[in-house]
Nanobody, 126 residues
Framework: QVQLVESGGGLVQPGGSLRLSCTAS????????IGWFRQAPGEGREGVSC????????YYADSVKGRFTISRDNAKNTVHLQMNSLKPEDTAVYYC???????????????????WGQGTQVTVSS
């Protein structure tokens, strides 16, 4: 069974850090670019970051550039999103998704992503 599972979300104070993980079962992440998206209450889902299949190319939305770092460990079938200097506006449900032909140079339109996790909640609040 093909499955993506996000983990690592939680409640953190402004300025704090969290490390999200996206782990696959039933297939190899190594053949896919991976995107991280987020959806805040009442808003649409937006792209945050992506990484190519080999981990050589990454992209970040302007809103998280310099604070978030995406990485991958294909041997462990996992992609991470390290989030530092968190702000209340980072509060959202975070999703990872696979993109078979992604280059990691930009967040492509969401239909390009063919498998999605269930999401993990990140809440930044004092």
């Amino acid at each position: 069974q093909v499955q993506l599972v996000e983990s690592g979300g939680g409640l953190v104070q402004p300025g704090g850090s969290l490390r999200l993980s996206c782990t696959a079962s039933g297939f190899s992440l190594a053949l896919n670019a991976i995107g991280w998206f987020r959806q805040a209450p009442g808003e649409g889902r937006e792209g945050v970051s992506c990484i190519d299949a080999r981990g050589r190319r990454t992209y970040y939305a302007d809103s998280v550039k310099g604070r978030f770092t995406i990485s991958r460990d294909n041997a462990k079938n996992t992609v991470h999103l390290q989030m530092n200097s968190l702000k209340p506006e980072d509060t959202a449900v975070y999703y990872c998704a696979t993109e078979p032909i992604g280059m990691g140079s930009r967040i492509d339109p969401q239909p390009a992503y063919n498998a999605w996790g269930q999401g993990t909640q990140v809440t930044v609040s004092s």
